[in-house]
């Protein structure tokens, strides 16, 4: 102890050791307990139990649970999870873009997996060969699969197309081998699937990350040797430090890239047309509207519900002290249906003019109008124009790629209606996971 | 890639409660949660929220005992820490396991010591610990005792006036311990102890139910909050009438024994500054919240416990001095209180799991309880297990003569101040309740059952709700 310790003599003469091993900078002592008590009497927090935030009926309908804590506790303290929920939209949107005092973390974090490869998904190549790719590929794929549904005259566009689409874009974006996707589907989905709290999920997760860096192997090798326009390519021939790009490199790229905003939001957007016939009319009518009905999706019916931040340090915002390390609960679903920024927010109405129809910027606003709040895709793009060497957001892709995908859906498969009988939900697989629609049966 | 969807769309229509997902096992045995490729067994945090847990936990506890010594629950963002050694460890590093900022009692419990670390915690549990034990205590005995004399004899009465909790038939008398009893006994004690009048015991009695009822974010969570502030306003009253007068103590022939508790917190100082009131308030309100439904518990599994084994029923009548390794292992077995959450300060690494600074971390006591590395066949109960430290309980050490006290009013510095009072409580109390009672057993038609109907339900995570006796009259 003699070595690692600091004695230090307390004001009755009491001897207090502080062992500085467990310390991370040896210099931080425990914090006193007067900043901490911000609960009083009175401030009773009966109107919710953070129980039902991790409830079945969350998991199928988050929004009135959200309402509650909106409209009561709009900085909750949620002592069973150990976290603070922020629902309000002013609030939301400043620390998502408060990075001085607040950090996301990788999805390898949440895997305990921190040391496994390295995430190229920033470097400048990868993201131009993201966004060229996606481009060049969308409106085919889109094709192909509104085709094989045109066929069949009956199908699924949950699972027919919406949760088809990233992922038969993806493998051309990493250019597969045909014989190689169906396998690359399904660990892909599982490895994303692993960051779950279910220990089964969490295994299945570890072995899919296994079997993706087993998959990339050969390839990685082969384009090293012979490098194309793909995703794999542009990683490998990358210069990073400590060492050449490995498939293990490549499986962590894929692993913190994402499908599910992608995926959630076709699926959302036509569970939403098919059961709003008015909106459906109005969207269909011109390319502009399709762009702001995918908006107006994405304000109404986020799929990824929330974001977890971690205060970089100890804050005082909201009311509250926020130790270093706190977990912040970012619900997008609670602050895009906030009365205070949107009129009549639980009403889908596509071209609403009290949001905003272009891109936002930094803070999820422009023209002085608030934008729907989503996650998965970034940041909204902090500059005022992109400049020419740099691809377009991931915010802006995604949003091309929605509208063009719906846009040949129209057009190939005509007159579109949900299946006599059909009542499509939304809902989430499991707590935490994307919150979208998994069945979606049409007829032309 | 279909069978992927498919499956997916499939699972997500299904809408299984917690409830349904996990069916009520028979005692000691756990739902089969999926095992990894090397046989561990898994853990589906989701049983944690389960009825099946409330009413059987041990089974669970055990499994993470033998594999997740430090359990992960990525649903519940914490981590549930459940070995006996890993627990007193962290109990005893005040600093790097700090009680703050907790929240699940504060509100309704109020800002006390509970919440304190390090030195505030040192002074101020001392200020208010040192009524509860030794001397002070001692002098109190009598008056616990009268009281408990006080309340059997009401029984009386109470069968004469057709009461549905004590009945008399052919000279055998049923009574429900809880009712007729435990629920009002602890809380009677503290009111005495602390110097309340008379009349105010039915009053302490409401608010006392209604904070407890408040905890942990129930629906009642507002009437706890509200009932703990009429009782701080009645605290308050009588504190402000104290600093102006002080009032005594005493003892049984009517000598005054000393200042009671609230005259002598009045006149005490802190760093320079005498006490405040709001401080002695919140302070009192804990040792009420405190002191009650642990006590209760402690005498109705106490009893349910002994009537179940009758040959240690038999040698605790037999011998006096056995009462106090029946509580002391009633505890171990069954205790009332399950845990103590901490966060610890630092990042650390336990058992090969990394912990950030700041995580919530649940410290099982239950689990301590059975744990078998320290104590042999720990589903059992057994008064003269040779395993288990049944002397008088120090806050400096947990391990004495070779063995190990339970954990049920945890170790080191946060050791339950209330410990000595409440095992004086349970321990007097029965020694006149089996004066009174000849030859009690168990009414176990009345008992609640377990699953199958016919075998008593097992105590889980609370005490026996009801406890139906029934003994000889005259």
């Known amino acids: 102890m003699a070595d690692s310790s600091t004695p230090i003599a307390g004001r009755n003469g009491v001897v ?6 467990r310390s991370r900078d040896g210099e931080k002592g425990f914090r006193t307990y007067e900043v901490h008590q911000r609960e009083r009497v009175g401030q009773s927090t009966e109107k919710i139990k953070p129980i039902q935030l991790i409830s079945d009926e969350y ?16 900085c909750y303290r949620d002592w069973l999870g150990n976290s603070y929920w922020l629902t309000r939209y002013d609030d939301v949107s400043s620390v998502f873009s408060d990075d001085a005092n607040f950090e996301t973390r990788p999805k390898a974090w949440y895997y305990d997996r921190e040391d496994f490869g390295r995430d190229l998904g920033g470097e400048l190549s990868v993201l131009t060969a993201d966004a060229e790719g996606t481009d060049a590929y969308a409106t085919s794929v889109a094709e192909m699969l509104a085709d094989g549904m ?9 699972r027919d197309f919406a949760a088809r689409f990233p992922l038969e874009l993806l493998a051309r974006l990493l250019d597969l081998p045909e014989a190689a996707r169906e396998n690359f589907f399904a660990a892909y989905w599982r490895a994303q699937r692993g960051v779950s709290w279910m220990p089964e999920l969490q295994q299945d997760g570890h072995r899919a990350l296994a079997e993706l860096v087993d998959m990339f192997t050969p390839l990685v090798e082969a384009r090293r040797q012979a490098p194309g326009d793909d995703m794999i390519s542009a990683m490998v021939q990358l210069e990073v430090d400590g060492g050449p790009v490995t498939a293990t490199d490549v499986a962590r790229t894929m692993l913190e890239r994402d499908h599910e905003t992608l995926h959630g939001s076709l699926a959302n957007l036509w569970y939403l047309l098919l059961t709003h016939p008015l909106e459906f009319e109005k969207a269909r009518a011109e390319r502009r509207l399709m762009k702001l009905a995918y908006l107006e999706t994405m ?15 100890e804050v005082e915002r909201f009311g509250r002290l926020l130790p270093e390390g706190a977990r912040v609960v970012c619900s997008a679903a609670a602050a895009n249906r906030d009365p205070r920024i949107f009129n009549d927010p639980d009403a889908f109405v596509v071209g609403r003019r009290d ?58 498969l005509g007159d579109i209606a949900l299946a006599p009988g059909a009542e499509p939900i939304l809902t989430a697989l499991t707590v935490g996971e994307m919150h979208t629609c998994w069945q979606l049966p049409v007829r032309m | 890639m279909s069978s992927i969807v498919d499956q997916l769309a499939e699972t997500s229509a299904d809408s299984g409660t917690p409830n349904e997902l996990f069916p009520l096992m028979p005692e000691g045995q756990a739902v089969d949660m999926g095992r990894a490729e090397d046989g561990t067994p898994l853990i589906d945090p989701r049983i944690l929220d389960s009825l099946e847990f409330f009413r059987n936990p041990y089974p669970y506890y055990r499994i993470l005992r033998d594999h997740y010594p430090v359990y992960h629950d990525k649903l519940h963002n914490c981590y549930w820490v459940t070995r006996y050694d890993d627990i007193s460890e962290c109990y005893f590093d005040d600093e790097g396991f700090n009680t703050i900022p907790k929240g699940s009692s504060s509100g309704v419990l109020g800002n006390t010591q509970l919440e304190l670390s390090g030195i505030e915690h040192r002074r101020r549990r001392n200020l208010y610990g040192q009524h509860l034990v030794g001397k002070s205590l001692q002098n109190r005995i009598p008056s616990i005792e009268r009281l408990a004399q006080e309340m059997i004899a009401a029984w009386d009465q109470a069968a004469a006036d057709g009461s549905s909790y004590v009945s008399d038939d052919k000279g055998v008398r049923t009574v429900e311990l809880g009712q007729m009893f435990a629920n009002e006994f602890p809380i009677r ?26 905890l942990g974010g129930s629906d009642t969570h507002k009437q706890g909050v509200e009932a703990r502030q009429h009782l701080e306003d009645y605290v308050e009253g009588i504190v402000e009438a104290r600093r102006k007068q002080p009032t005594y103590l005493y003892d049984e022939q009517g000598n005054p024994l000393s200042k009671d508790i609230i005259s002598k917190l009045c006149e005490t100082k802190v760093d320079g500054d005498f006490l405040s009131t709001e401080e002695i308030t919140s302070n009192i309100a804990l040792i009420v919240g405190g002191g009650g439904e642990t006590t209760r518990g402690a005498i109705m599994n106490l009893w349910a416990l002994l009537l179940r084994h009758p040959d240690q029923f038999a040698a605790v009548m037999a011998d006096e001095s056995n009462w106090d390794r029946a509580f ?12 103590q959450p901490r966060h610890n300060t630092f990042d650390i690494e336990m058992h090969g799991v990394h912990v950030p600074a700041g995580s919530l971390m649940q410290m099982v006591d239950f689990s301590a309880n059975h744990d078998e590395r320290i104590f042999k066949d720990p589903e059992t109960f057994n008064i003269f297990r040779d395993d288990l430290y049944s002397g008088k309980l120090l806050r400096s050490g947990y391990r004495k003569d070779g063995v190990c006290s339970h954990m049920a009013f945890g170790v080191g510095p946060h050791l339950c101040p209330g410990a000595w009072i409440s095992h004086q409580e349970a321990v007097v109390g029965s020694k006149i309740l089996a004066a009174q009672m000849k030859n009690p057993r168990i009414r176990e038609e009345k008992m609640p059952k377990d699953i199958d109907g016919v075998s008593p339900a097992p105590m889980g995570i609370i005490s026996v709700r009801d406890l139906w006796l029934e003994f000889d009259l005259g």
């Open chain 1, 16 to 21: 207090v050791v502080k062992p500085s091993s």
């Open chain 1, 59 to 74: 998991r199928l309908d988050p929004y009135p649970a959200l309402a509650i804590l909106r409209e009561n506790y709009p």
């Open chain 1, 150 to 158: 045109r066929n069949n005259g009956e199908g699924d566009l949950a």
């Open chain 1, 299 to 313: 304000r109404h019916s986020t799929p990824v519900l929330c974001v977890h931040r971690f205060a970089r340090q």
């Open chain 1, 355 to 412: 949001m905003c129809h272009r891109e936002p910027r930094g803070q999820y606003r422009a023209d002085g109008l608030a934008s729907g709040i989503a996650f998965g895709l970034g940041k909204p793009s902090v500059h005022p124009a992109v400049p020419e060497d740099r691809p377009r957001s991931r915010y802006a892709i995604n949003r091309d790629t929605v509208v063009d995908a719906s846009t040949v859906l129209l057009e190939k």
């Open chain 2, 189 to 214: 004690v503290v009111c005495e102890v602390l110097g309340f009048p008379k009349e105010a015991q039915a009053d302490f009695y409401y608010w006392y139910n209604s904070m407890m009822s408040g």
């Open chain 2, 328 to 339: 002391h292992e009633m505890l171990r077995h069954s205790s009332s209180i399950g845990g």
